[in-house]
């Protein structure tokens, strides 16, 4: 369902094609030395059995991948075993090419594992929160002495020790941590797709609404300040 949701253009096989094509290109673009010591590694493997399995496990890794229509940042982990394997791959090569490479090449790996982590790894930074109410705040937001969320899990928290509740157009924005819960509902509720592509969302939506399955329901209205909201449109 998320593979054929997003992103689909309608412009031919040719246009389908050429967008294919981009989007395996944006991932090795963004870690350009992870692919070729990939690259590099896979080539090296030996002839046989294994190296035909290890290109089609590649390859229909990345058709997969660049079926979604778009790629996010963390769809480069989909490649990363191909990557250690091809490490290894590339390293064995060396020693048995010159055998005093050994050393050399165990301090590389030792180097490599405190390195690699870091490299291309833009959210470093956020790795861990700066302070209590950091998860629970917009992108751009500001601590406060307590959150939206928080004072939401409080009031949820005098009446049920674990509150159940279903985000409407919304995965979390930090409600079920901030009430110590987890969802209840088989569906995230984000109403993206319409009643043909996805029917039993809706009909699991209205389960749960009519026959009451959850204790509390927060909707995300797109496009409302937050001293703005229309009811209307929340209903």
Do not use: C
């Not at 399995?53 to 963390?74: I, N, Q």
């Not at 490599?112 to 861990?128: E, H, L, R």
């Amino acid at each position: 369902m998320n593979m054929m949701a997003y992103g689909e253009n309608q412009n031919g096989i040719l246009s389908q094609l050429v967008n294919s094509l981009g989007l395996f290109a944006e991932p090795i673009n963004q870690h350009w030395l992870i692919k070729a010591v990939t690259a590099i590694g896979l080539v090296l493997t030996k002839i046989g059995r294994q190296r035909s399995m290890l290109f089609m496990m590649f390859f229909g890794t990345v058709a997969m991948l660049v079926l979604t229509h778009f790629v996010r940042e963390y769809y480069v982990l989909l490649l990363m075993p191909f990557f250690v394997v091809a490490l290894f791959q590339l390293f064995a090569w060396l020693i048995n090419w010159q055998k005093e490479l050994l050393r050399p090449v165990m301090l590389l790996v030792m180097i490599g594992i405190f390195v690699i982590p870091f490299y291309g790894n833009s959210y470093i930074k956020t790795a861990t929160p700066r302070d209590a109410h950091q998860p629970f705040l917009a992108r751009h937001g500001q601590p406060t002495d307590q959150s939206v969320q928080e004072r939401f899990g409080a009031d949820m928290h005098k009446k049920s020790k674990h509150p159940s509740i279903l985000m409407v157009n919304s995965l979390d924005s930090g409600f079920f941590l901030a009430a110590n819960t987890h969802p209840v509902t088989r569906y995230f509720h984000l109403m993206n797709m319409t009643y043909d592509e996805f029917p039993e969302m809706y009909h699991s939506f209205s389960d749960t609404m009519t026959q009451r399955r959850v204790q509390y329901v927060v909707v995300f209205v797109p496009g409302n300040q937050p001293l703005g909201i229309d009811m209307r449109n929340v209903l």
